[in-house]
Structure formats: C-alpha cells, structure tokens
C-alpha cells in the first residue's frame, strides 16, 4: 500500500498497490523490469510525456526513463516526479482533482 498525505489538512488516502519501486543511486538498470513487457530502448523504460510507460500504470522517471529530446541530467527526474505522481494519481483515482501549483506562488 501506498499512503497519500494531503499537505493542507492533512488527511490520508491509502492506495492498495502491486509494487512502489524507488532507486537511488548512481548505476542505471532496470534489473528484471526488463521482462515486464515493457517497451524498452538502450536499457531505459520507454515513457510518453505523462511518463507513462508502454503498460497502462506503470511510469517511470530520472535515469530509468526514455523519451525523444530527453535531456539525461539528475534535475530532469525533479521535473519527471510531480507529472508522472499526477498520472499515477489519475490512473488510480479517475475522479481526483489534481492541482498545479508553481513554487513561487506556493507561499
């Protein structure tokens, strides 16, 4: 299970899940992700711009993830994070209201 918090009030959502794969690290491999069926390139989960991947739910961000144009720096994944959590959100909840927030205007 995956447990949302909502940061203005503070209420949770649990989220039953298969798997929640998080790696940090400074060695790329996707180890048995590779015999998920999913569309693979050059070791790197093949993703669109939600960052999705080529099986409904699963989304993949930073070193892990491929796209066309895709600048392979640490600061992309900082930007891949907050869309590919919104598509997971929606893909679980269809009905969620998902919010934009800028960091500038957070405050």
């Not at 989220?15 to 996707?30: M, N, P």
């Not at 994944?77 to 907050?82: I, K």
Request: glycine share 10%; proline share 3%; net charge negative.
């Amino acid at each position: 299970q995956v447990v949302i918090e909502n940061v203005n009030d503070k209420t949770q959502v649990t989220i039953d899940v298969d798997d929640v794969l998080v790696t940090f690290g400074f060695s790329s491999s996707i180890g048995s992700m590779k015999e998920w069926g999913m569309e693979i390139d050059k070791n790197s989960v093949v993703v669109n711009s939600m960052q999705e991947s080529s099986i409904p739910g699963i989304f993949a961000i930073g070193d892990v993830a491929s796209y066309e144009g895709k600048a392979n720096l640490i600061i992309s994944g900082f930007g891949e994070g907050p869309v590919a959590i919104n598509q997971a959100k929606l893909y679980a909840d269809p009905e969620a209201k998902i919010g934009h927030l800028h960091s500038s205007s957070v405050f």
